[in-house]
């Protein structure tokens, strides 16, 4: 075998391995990936404003 055919063998064997660990960790688009389930954020209710009062009467000291 010559250098370059040597080369060409471990060439292909890398770019293989290569291939394979960027199909194992992220495949193209949502192939092979399970939804995530979306969490739905609510806002908390919020409390009913108190009802309005009338004037406040203080007594004043003279």
């Known amino acids: 075998?010559?250098?370059?055919?040597?080369?060409g063998v471990l060439g292909a064997i890398v770019a293989a391995v290569v291939l394979v660990i960027a199909i194992a960790y992220g495949p193209i688009?949502?192939?092979?990936?399970?939804q995530k389930p979306v969490q739905k954020i609510?806002?908390?209710a919020q409390p009913?404003?108190?009802p309005g009062r009338g004037p406040v009467v203080r007594e004043v000291p003279q």
């Open 1 to 7: 075998m010559t250098s370059e055919s040597v080369a």
């Open 29 to 34: 688009g949502q192939i092979g990936k399970s």
């Open 42 to 44: 609510e806002a908390p």
């Open 48 to 50: 009913a404003a108190p």
